[in-house]
Structures are given as structure tokens and as C-alpha cells.
């Protein structure tokens, strides 16, 4: 969408997205004048104010401040508190927790659910997403700006595409049969159909690694919609113990308004060869040598292409470094398209 945004008005260009919908997993709809956000809950989160500029040509902000619950399991019993981990969330739990209890208590149940790996296989990008103390009181992204597009990333989005020709709901495939300059692929690598192959094959049909591997890593969530009303003060409640399938269930209208009373519980699981729009690369080093394996066969092949996205790059990134991404792209595309 950034990359749109910043090249439509002297290039054309054209999306092809296999899901009925544009947006990727930012794709939310109104119910009873709640936001809900068909993937889980995405959180715009900024430390550039240069993004935050950018998108707000297309959007307004709604000022947010975000909160969570966490119901860990302390000697046995479950219980409740704020989160981060902070001296409120000590008082609440009934004494201080040293930095290995803190880990141990809200992380690593947690980390092994959502990635399938254990805490110490994961990379320092991963552990340290989320502060392990944060003093007096619970604080997510501090220092920057948070907030939500006032009428929601689907209407966002749909300004940014505006002028772009859109192809929703496309076969797999389908974007070979287009002539381009440029092709930005934001799919699975492993997926990209090997160039001129009769037999149809596939790069990760071919991919082989010291690792024995032939297919990129991922993980995915299944959600679990209910109408509920909400038992905790915040919009969200993190399920740390490993006993529970859940990772968190949201409460929508906790996060961007409205009356509804649907809540997401998010369940996240492994994902198949043949699964086109996975969530998550899994963030390991043998997962990223085969991308880097894989990258360098599609690159050799398809000069023409660049690997952009969760995906593509093969990156867990947020949606701030998402949009820089794209910025810096289209700043190295005007370069290069004019040459």
C-alpha cells in the first residue's frame, strides 16, 4: 500500500492479491460501530513521526493508549495482573519477581505457543519485543506515538490503492501472466513458481539446505470469534500459561470503540506447504538461511523481482518498519525506473 501510495501518480501498477479483500491482515470491518479487525488486532505503534505524517494523508488518528491483562499461573493457581511486568503488576500479584521469574512467569508459556519454539532458540528481535520491567506502572511503546486510523485501516488502505488497478480474489498464479518492469512479490518465497519449469515445480520443491529443508517456516493463527462481555479492564487479556491454547483474546469494542460485544481468541498453530498467506516467518536462524537460499535461486531467475513484506523478506517486522520499507522501495524505484 505505501509503495503505491508514493509511485501511482507517474507509474501504473497493479495489485494482485489472492484474498477477496485488499489490506492483508489489516483488513477490518464495522460491526454494531466497532472496528473489528478480521486478523487480530493490529496497533499502530510509531517512533518516526515522519510515518505518522505520511499515513496521515490518508488517514486521521484516534489517540491510544494500550493495556493488557495478563492471567499467568503463579505456584499453581492462576491469577491476574497488569502487563508489562512493572511494580503494579508485583503488588497485584502479592511480591517482586526476580528477572528470571518475570521471563519465566510471562514469556516463555507464551513464546512457545505463538512460535512453536522454545524461549532460547528465539532471536533477541523476538524477546525483546515487549519490556521485561517497566518500573512504576505497565507501559507498551513509550516514546512514541499510538494510535488507530479513525475510520479504520480498510478506509485507509482504500485511499492509498486509490488509482491502482486492484485484481481481488486472484488465482495464485496469476501475476506471471502480466508483462512488467518490476515485479514486488510480498508472498511466500517457497510459493514463487520456478521460471520456464515444465513440470510446474515451485522454488521450495527445489530449495535444499545443509538442514535437510525444503519449505520456509511459519506460523499462522486460527480465530475464534464469540459475543461476550469483557471480565478484564483492558481490551486485552494474554493467556501466559502453556496449559491454555489461547495466546490473547481481544475485546473490540475495549479497542476501538463501538458497542459490539465480539472478542478474538487467537490460537496460533503451524503452518502447511501449501498454505499461501501465512502470518508469521518463524524467526530462526535455519529458517532464515533457507530464505537467503531461496532469495538468491529467485533472484538469479526473476532480476525483475524484489522481495518486499513479512513474507518476502522473510522478517517479523511491525507496521511503522513496514511503511519505512516501502518508502525507502519506492525512493530506489524512482531511481531506477528513471535510469
Known amino acids: 500500500a505505501t509503495l503505491c501510495a508514493k509511485l501511482k501518480d507517474r507509474y501504473k501498477i497493479t495489485v494482485v492479491e489472492t484474498r477477496s479483500h485488499l489490506g492483508g491482515n489489516c483488513y477490518d470491518y464495522s460491526s454494531s460501530g466497532t472496528l473489528i479487525h478480521q486478523y487480530g488486532p493490529h496497533i499502530g505503534h510509531f517512533p518516526n513521526p515522519t510515518i505518522v505524517e505520511f499515513l496521515g494523508q490518508y ?13 499467568v499461573n503463579v505456584k499453581g493457581n492462576l491469577r491476574r495482573c497488569s502487563f508489562p511486568y512493572s511494580k503494579q503488576a508485583a503488588q497485584e500479584l502479592g511480591g517482586v519477581l526476580s528477572p528470571e521469574e518475570v521471563i519465566e512467569t510471562f514469556f516463555k508459556g507464551y513464546s512457545q505457543k505463538m512460535w ?23 507501559i507498551y511503546f513509550p516514546n512514541q506515538f499510538v494510535g488507530m486510523p479513525d475510520r479504520g485501516y480498510t478506509a485507509m488502505m482504500t485511499k492509498m490503492f486509490d488509482g491502482v488497478e486492484l485484481i481481488l480474489g486472484a488465482p495464485a498464479n ?13 508472498g511466500r518465497p517457497d510459493r514463487v513458481p520456478v521460471r520456464n519449469d515444465p513440470a510446474r515445480r515451485v522454488y521450495g520443491n527445489l530449495a535444499r539446505s545443509s538442514l535437510g529443508a525444503h ?19 483492558t481490551p486485552a487479556l ?3 500459561d502453556a ?12 479497542l476501538t470503540g463501538g458497542k459490539s460485544r465480539i472478542v478474538g481468541y487467537e490460537q496460533p498453530r503451524e503452518v502447511g506447504v501449501s498454505e499461501l498467506a501465512p502470518f508469521y516467518p518463524v524467526p530462526t536462524q535455519e529458517n532464515h538461511e533457507l530464505h537467503e537460499k531461496l532469495r538468491g535461486m529467485i533472484e538469479r ?22 511503511v519505512g520499507a516501502g518508502m525507502a522501495l519506492a525512493d530506489r524505484l524512482e531511481v531506477e525506473l528513471a535510469t
Open 301 to 322: 531467475d526473476y532480476p525483475e523481482m524484489i522481495l518486499g513484506g513479512r513474507l518476502g523478506s522473510g522478517k517479523y517486522i511491525d507496521m511503522h518498519q513496514a
Open 174 to 186: 496469476l501475476w506471471t501472466t502480466l508483462e512488467t518492469k518490476r515485479i514486488v512479490y510480498c
Open 59 to 71: 488517514t486521521g488518528w484516534i489517540p491510544y493508549t494500550h493495556s493488557v491483562t495478563a492471567e
Open 243 to 254: 496449559a491454555n491454547p489461547y495466546t490473547p483474546v481481544t475485546h473490540y469494542a475495549s
Open 215 to 233: 519449505w520456509l517456516a511459519y506460523r499462522s493463527l486460527d480465530l475464534t470469534w464469540k459475543l461476550q462481555d469483557s471480565d478484564v479492564p
Open 238 to 240: 494474554n493467556f501466559c
Open 116 to 138: 512453536g519454539q522454545p524461549w532460547d532458540k528465539l532471536p533477541a528481535s523476538i524477546t525483546g519485543r515487549v519490556p521485561k520491567d517497566t518500573n512504576e506502572r505497565p
